[in-house]
T-cell receptor, first 113, second 111 residues
Framework: AQKVTQAQTEISVVEKEDVTLDCVYE???????LFWYKQPPSGELVFLIR??????QNEISGRYSWNFQKSTSSFNFTITASQVVDSAVYFC??????????FGPGTRLSVLP | DSGVTQTPKHLITATGQRVTLRCSPR?????VYWYQQSLDQGLQFLIQ???????AKGNILERFSAQQFPDLHSELNLSSLELGDSALYFC??????????FGPGTRLTVT
């Protein structure tokens, strides 16, 4: 069975601090995909990144970076120099070759001015 | 704006009723996904269609059904509604089977 754990229910940081959101997954598949999504207070869901299980390279996109470690089954997300607009609920998700998606419970990030 | 449209935005109905939620994917996207988000269950994957064919099924109740039409829009039908079906229903579309772009959601309230 697939499972995604986001142990941090809520995180509060002050603007300009760096923050890391943890994601730990479980799967028996050798081919799988990991995702991060953002849900701001307005409610829409925004796709942030997809990573496949064969690519353990870390990725950086502006202030966002992702650290994928197969050895620890983790796919952590770091926001550098956080901004108020980063306040949102962030979901990590796991997919077995693009079919069934399993989401974590989400981490609510509050960035205070 | 993701390019995915969902109608209606809000829906209020009574228990036992049936409703249809509609989703129009981004131009060129062949995959459509349906999700349910509720306070109790979190975000749950319901079903995926790819170019008119059912591709994957998640935690979709037997009272729920979906289809994707030749023009690629999709409908999610919810019947014999219960209070617990009150939730935000998202549709997403994508090219292939990986990336997804979400619509604004339909908020369903069952009274």
């Amino acid at each position: 069975a697939q499972k995604v754990t986001q142990a941090q229910t809520e995180i509060s940081v002050v603007e300009k601090e760096d923050v890391t959101l943890d994601c730990v997954y479980e799967t028996r598949d050798t081919t799988y995909y990991l995702f991060w999504y953002k849900q701001p207070p307005s409610g829409e869901l925004v796709f942030l990144i997809r990573r496949n299980s064969f690519d353990e390279q870390n990725e950086i996109s502006g202030r966002y970076s992702w650290n994928f470690q197969k050895s620890t089954s983790s796919f952590n997300f770091t926001i550098t120099a956080s901004q108020v607009v980063d306040s949102a609920v962030y979901f990590c998700a796991l997919s077995n070759y693009g079919q069934n998606f399993v989401f974590g419970p989400g981490t609510r990030l509050s960035v205070l001015p | 704006d993701s390019g995915v449209t969902q109608t209606p935005k809000h829906l209020i109905t009574a228990t036992g009723q049936r409703v249809t939620l509609r989703c129009s994917p981004r131009s060129g996207d062949l995959s459509v996904y349906w999700y349910q988000q509720s306070l109790d269950q979190g975000l749950q994957f319901l079903i995926q269609y790819y170019n008119g064919e059912e591709r994957a099924k998640g935690n979709i109740l037997e009272r729920f059904s979906a289809q994707q039409f030749p023009d690629l829009h999709s409908e999610l039908n919810l019947s014999s509604l219960e209070l617990g079906d009150s939730a935000l229903y998202f549709c997403a579309s994508g090219q292939g089977t990986y990336e997804q772009y979400f619509g604004p959601g339909t908020r369903l309230t069952v009274t």
